[in-house]
Nanobody
Framework: VQLQASGGGLVQDGGSLRLSCTAS????????LGWFRQAPGKGREFVAS????????YSSDHAKDRFAISRDNAKNTMYLQMTKLRGDDAAVYYC?????????????????WGPGTLVTVSS
């Protein structure tokens, strides 16, 4: 699986962005997917994950009320709708494919990572 994240860019504080993650070489259905992010000088952190079916979602505390993860298996795409963006959301956002079907925050279960898309938030 080769993942490609897109949709990052520059947004004003309080604004919204929708990230997309797709795979051109294989199907994403049947596996859980997740979003992670890494801010400058910090370690990578979990944002949200979604089960293979799309029925189960697991979000971090910082994403729970502002970000929404979803997937469209027919389009072979996962999304992250981000709202009320603030400065500490600025990071490179990575999508990842799990070796399992259940949503999880544990990076150890993600064996395929995309190159990331940069989100910048201006005040």
């Amino acid at each position: 699986v080769q993942l490609q994240a897109s949709g990052g860019g520059l947004v004003q504080d309080g604004g919204s962005l929708r990230l997309s993650c797709t795979a051109s070489d294989s199907s994403l259905s049947g596996i859980a997917l997740g979003w992670f992010r890494q801010a400058p000088g910090k370690g990578r952190e979990f944002v949200a994950s979604i089960s293979a079916s799309g029925y189960n979602i697991y979000s971090s505390d910082h994403a729970k009320d502002r970000f929404a993860i979803s997937r469209d298996n027919a389009k072979n795409t996962m999304y992250l709708q981000m709202t009320k963006l603030r400065g500490d959301d600025a990071a490179v956002y990575y999508c990842a494919a799990s070796s399992r079907t259940i949503a999880t925050e544990d990076e150890a279960y993600y064996d395929t990572w995309g190159p990331g898309t940069l989100v910048t938030v201006s005040s």
